[in-house]
């Protein structure tokens, strides 16, 4: 078992779709934690391939993390698609999660009006059985079975309900996510602040603002 930081304290990063535990945000975020004692723990969510992923198999890898990591106190940082496991998680896994930051989550990700293709496309990728996307992890194309779609439709994590402090931060100039659904997410639970920033949907140019508010949400001493 691996054992936790300081204080009982684990910190796991989620990523996006199409991403990796490697990407910029994770880094960043990862180097900024280490200076507070505090290893960024980052789930491949690819593994064991991209063309299998579902949002079933994300939750029962995280689980296995989360019992694996046996903190007594573990926060969740998720980023777009990883926002929206990270609220599902939260729902699920409550007693093992104590406070949420959401990076442009992706809170309407589970419904039938799936963001990620139009309609048309949807039919198509349904006849297909899969349909390459743009991986920014592996910057090639990488196909993905349209299970990824039908399971996904299980899931709400706009109506999920749970009461962990929250923090999100949601660019105005987000192209992926609509700031205006964020703010109604927000909006509707007590435990949740939301902080909007003039930034796009990667929140790069917003890190080092972000990083020192999530060491000061997550009570990490310098």
């Not at 535990?21 to 880094?27: D, E, H």
């Amino acid at each position: 078992m691996t054992s936790p930081d300081a204080e009982g304290r684990a910190v796991f990063y989620l990523h996006g779709f199409a991403s990796s535990a490697k990407s910029t945000k994770a880094a960043y975020l990862g180097e900024h934690l280490a200076e507070r004692g505090v290893t960024l723990r980052c789930p491949d969510f690819n593994e064991p391939d991209f063309a299998t992923l579902t949002l079933t198999r994300m939750l029962d890898q995280l689980d296995a993390h989360l019992a694996e990591a046996g903190a007594s106190r573990t926060a969740l940082i998720g980023s777009s698609l990883g926002g929206t496991l990270a609220v599902l998680a939260a729902e699920r896994f409550g007693d093992r999660i104590d406070r949420l930051v959401l990076l442009a989550p992706a809170v309407m990700f589970a419904k039938p009006e799936h963001h990620l293709l139009p309609p048309e496309r949807v039919d198509q990728w349904r006849a297909a059985g899969s349909l390459p996307f743009f991986h920014y992890g592996a910057n090639a194309e990488r196909r993905l079975n349209f299970r990824f779609y039908e399971d996904s439709l299980r899931y709400n994590s706009f109506d999920a309900s749970f009461a962990q402090p929250t923090f999100i931060f949601q660019g105005l100039r987000d192209q992926s996510v609509d700031c205006r659904t964020v703010e109604a997410f927000a909006r509707a639970r007590p435990n949740v602040m939301l902080s909007l920033v003039d930034d796009d949907h990667q929140l790069i140019a917003s890190l080092p603002r972000i990083s020192r508010d999530i060491a000061a949400f997550l009570e990490l001493s310098e």
